[in-house]
């Protein structure tokens, strides 16, 4: 074989390699960042469930990360043990025990208080728990 050849298919062998390493490490990457939202999510969740009370259930919407702050932003449809829903946002920073600002969009259903009872939680990624 000469050399011209060979040299071009390590070449080419070595941009695979490394394009092959880079997908598995982004796909790694990407895995952990999921399971750390959920994580974030549980945690926020728990967090609610002792600001508000009365919750029968809560839908996570979306949830957005400020990399630069380590804010997490979260929409939410809360329901009442009454049926009544709204959906609202709040702010949740990774470990804390207190939201970190939400907005207060109906009274009669997002009462002060602790909700003692098992609620359900539909998470962003749609799997769903009863805590």
């Not at 390590?10 to 959920?38: A, C, F, H, P, S």
């Not at 979306?62 to 932003?73: A, D, E, L, P, V």
Request: glycine share 6%.
């Amino acid at each position: 074989m000469p050399k011209k050849r060979r040299k071009t298919i390590v070449i080419i062998l070595t941009i695979l390699t490394i394009g092959i390493g880079g997908k598995v490490y982004m796909d790694k990457r990407e895995v952990q960042r999921q399971k750390d939202l959920l994580a974030v999510e549980k945690q926020s969740v728990k967090v609610l469930k002792n600001t508000f009370a009365d919750i029968k259930e809560v839908k996570i919407e979306r949830t957005g990360y400020n990399n630069i702050t380590g804010f997490y932003h979260i929409i939410v449809i809360l329901t009442n043990i009454e049926g009544k829903s709204v959906t609202f946002d709040y702010g949740f920073i990774k470990n804390d025990t207190e939201l970190s600002g939400f907005a207060v969009v109906n009274e009669k259903i997002q009462k002060e208080g602790k909700t003692k009872n098992k609620i359900k939680v539909i998470y962003s990624n749609e799997e769903e728990e009863i805590i």
